[in-house]
């Protein structure tokens, strides 16, 4: 069974250009959420879709933004990057139900210059 | 607002050992908790998952028990090997509707040869 699949690997932009990152999950996992990940910050949930529906949302600001789509698949979008979203994007997937295990995917490195 | 830390914040040991990693959580209400491994630059890998009701789960060299009530987890390797050398990160899954994951800072652990 293929894992959480996230592309690209790594990205390069510039302050105030926007970015979408994609994520594949596990097949028959209904539910994606995505973190953050710095040296400073560490893991910080970012939001949840479970069936094409956002369920949960963590503290960023509105220039964060994802969906999902009928296949479970998901993307990530932020808009007018600031250099303090340089970090590894990580995307997870579950079952959705509670107790599930999650599963992560390789990340998505993005530099902002 | 949930709280995890993680103790020690980095460890060095010589192969063969066995050692313990600690993990903190401030609110006892959680649907489970988490380890994961991550290696520099990479994903997470699920490890072993605690539910709330239960008190340890173990797989192959691991155990990690969990003590709901006092807001501590710890994650026991044996025989560790230089293979083991990776960033050991806890999460505790809230109460609430959606896969909302806090993580622990993670402790970074060196097996030497």
């Known amino acids: 069974k293929a894992g959480v699949t996230q592309t690209p690997r790594y990205l390069i932009k510039t302050r105030g250009q926007q970015v979408t990152l994609s994520c594949s999950p596990i097949s028959g996992h209904r539910s994606v959420s995505w973190y953050q990940q710095t040296p400073g910050q560490g893991l910080q949930f970012l939001f949840e879709?479970?069936?094409?529906?956002?369920?949960n949302k963590g503290n960023f600001p509105g220039r964060f933004s994802g969906r999902q789509f009928s296949n479970s698949r998901s993307e990530m979008n932020v808009s007018t990057l600031e250099l303090g979203d340089s970090a590894l994007y990580l995307c997870?997937?579950?079952?959705?139900?509670?107790?599930?295990?999650?599963?992560f995917g390789s990340g998505t490195q993005l530099s902002v210059l | 607002k949930q709280e995890v830390t993680q103790i020690p914040a980095a460890l060095s040991v010589p192969e063969g050992e066995n050692l313990v990693l600690n993990c903190s959580f401030t609110?006892?209400?959680?649907?489970?908790l988490q380890w994961f491994r991550q290696d520099p630059g990479k994903g997470l890998t699920s490890l072993l998952l605690?539910?709330?009701s239960q008190r340890e789960q173990t797989s192959g060299r691991l155990n990690a028990s969990l003590d709901k009530s006092s807001g501590r987890s710890t994650l026991y390797i044996a025989a560790s090997q230089p293979g083991d050398s990776a960033t050991y990160l806890c999460a505790v899954r809230e109460w609430g509707y959606g896969q909302n994951f806090v993580f622990g800072p993670g402790t970074r652990l060196s097996v030497l040869p």
């Open positions: 609110d006892s209400a959680i649907y489970n």
């Open positions: 997870a997937s579950s079952l959705g139900g509670v107790g599930e295990k999650l599963f």
């Open positions: 605690i539910q709330s």
């Open positions: 879709y479970f069936s094409e529906t956002q369920r």
